[in-house]
């Protein structure tokens, strides 16, 4: 089984060394890791060229993580299976081929997650992450369960992730892969084991916040659409996958694009259930968002 590691490295050195090594390490497939450096000013190019024989790499300019991840996400080479890495965390040696297993037979588009394990800047494991999240696309569109670095999917949900018309416009990359996957009706895989040292330190580009920041971050995500909206990510969603949304889907995600405009159509969101998750807050927020039109 081949499997295409995509990284995006931003001034990355003191950690990407090891996160390189770790993936290398890899048991039971043949991987691959593409690496996009997105203009690092530090040394992070120097180590990147010390695996110049073991990595493929290139460097261009900041563009943000997200833009980052799509444009690899264009030039990646053919494989069986693609997987997201961050720069600074540490994989387990069964990482791969634990999601390979399961995504093996799938017919269709097919993605991955799991647990993760949270770990100090040293590498020490503090706690095991343990998710809950509700499948479907309505609970989807309100909350992503999936972190990044532990996501994998076949070529086929690559081939419709590529059509993304403007990655600029997405929440995050490992959002709306989600999201998409859950569009298009993909096989969603979920693995409660970790295999996954996730790394936490101060330079943490979304890893690292404090109990404040993080409930800031994720109301400001609903109520002010700082970051994106999700009637204007459901368009988008639509866009991409154009002929391959069932018509439940298509219809939901019409709705979301609509509600503002029809008093009506949001309070079908609101009582209907399809936008509830595992989470009460969720619930609650998603709610609040959607009678102040900042869903």
Known sequence: MK????????????????????????????????????????????VLDSFKDKITYYSNKNIGVKRSFFDLVQK???????AFADQDDFWLPDKLFSAAEMLKNAKGCAIYFSNLTVADESLKPLS???????????????QNPATGCTMFF????????????????????????????????????????????????SANILGNRSLFDRLAHYFSFFINNKYFSRSEEAALIIRTAQGQIPAENLALLTQIIAYKYSNKTTFRLLTSGKLKTSSFLTNLVAALALIFRKY
């Open 3 to 46: 499997v295409q590691v995509l990284l995006s490295a931003y001034n990355g050195e003191k950690f990407i060394s090891e996160q390189i090594n770790s993936i290398l390490s890899q048991k039971g497939v043949d991987v691959s890791i593409l690496i996009r450096d997105d203009g690092s000013t530090d040394g992070t190019v120097s």
């Open 76 to 82: 990646a080479p053919n494989a069986d299976f693609y």
């Open 128 to 142: 095991n992450t343990k998710l809950k999240f509700k499948p479907g696309l309505g609970s989807a569109m309100s």
């Open 154 to 201: 076949n070529r086929a949900m690559l081939e419709v992730l590529r059509k993304t018309p403007e990655p600029g416009k997405v929440s995050m990359h490992d959002t709306f892969l989600f999201r998409l996957a859950s569009a298009v009706n993909a096989e969603i895989f979920f693995d409660e084991t970790p295999h996954i040292l996730y790394r936490q330190h």
